[in-house]
């Protein structure tokens, strides 16, 4: 049994395994970093905001030691800054054992009113930085032969809803993204999944949360009863970016407390 119990451990053992988190200075990806930092990973900030970032890393510093936490700043719009960005990460800090790609923007207003710059603006943050930063830190991971990517999702990756198809459509790509490089890295020793939020408690909701009509909503319509919290999606988040999840390629893990399952 005490065998046992070790080689469990291990498969869920992420001990100064370095983590890229973009967009992590606050939100999910910012809880995030404190569960990495706490299974004893060496996190990374992300922001684009450098006088942020710097706060966040203070404070992260605090509670876990200088050397254990590492932050970088750059633009997720610029493709020359995100390869500028990783190789700063490689020669700094490291090479990248995991990425999670957290970070995205919602735009709120019918189809039929959005501007191709919101569009394009919306797509560009939630999907093709994705891309490119995958892309980025892949060819490091495909040349060791080992790594993992975590993209997160959204229940959008799956559903509609009024007035935020851009963000919709973003989501949807970033599903058929995590696929696409699960089929051409599977085979090169990296494993790339998605986790799918559900509707999430955060600062970035609480207008949503004390909305009563929409509040009152998602309760009902949630098999749990009740919002999700960013402590759920660290879990998954975590399994997967762990040895414990090494047959897992290509999925989607809805974090939903059931919304996807019901009509």
């Not at 119990?5 to 999910?28: A, C, E, H, N, Y």
């Amino acid at each position: 049994m005490g065998a046992e119990k070790t080689m469990i451990s291990k498969m869920f053992d992420l001990t100064d395994r370095r983590v890229l988190i973009t967009g992590s200075t606050r939100g999910i990806g910012r809880v995030l970093l404190g569960a990495f930092a706490d299974a004893g990973a060496l996190p990374i900030v992300h922001g684009r905001d450098a006088e942020r970032l710097e706060c966040e890393l203070e404070s992260l510093r605090e509670q876990y030691g200088a050397q254990r936490v590492a932050g970088i700043a750059f633009d997720l719009a610029d493709e020359q800054a995100i390869d500028d960005g990783i190789a700063r990460i490689d020669r700094e800090f490291g090479s990248i054992d995991i990425l999670v790609n957290n970070a995205g923007i919602q735009h709120r207003e019918p189809l039929l009113e959005v501007s191709s710059d919101d569009w394009d603006r919306v797509l560009r943050t939630n999907l093709t930085s994705a891309f490119l930063v995958g892309r980025a830190v892949a060819r490091g991971m495909v040349e060791r032969g080992r790594g993992k990517i975590v993209n997160i999702l959204s229940i959008q990756s799956e559903l509609a809803r009024v007035t935020i198809g851009p963000y919709t459509a973003s989501k949807g790509g970033l599903r058929n993204l995590t696929k696409a490089m699960a089929a051409e890295w599977a085979g090169r020793g990296l494993q790339v999944n998605g986790v799918a939020p559900g509707y999430i408690r955060t600062e970035l909701t609480q207008a949503l949360i004390d909305d009563e009509r929409f509040n009152t909503w998602v309760l009902e319509r949630t098999p749990a009863g009740r919002w999700g919290e960013p402590a759920d999606i660290a879990g998954a988040v975590c399994w997967l970016a762990s040895d414990a999840a090494a047959f897992v390629n290509g999925q989607t893990i809805f974090v939903d407390g059931g919304m996807t399952a019901v009509v």
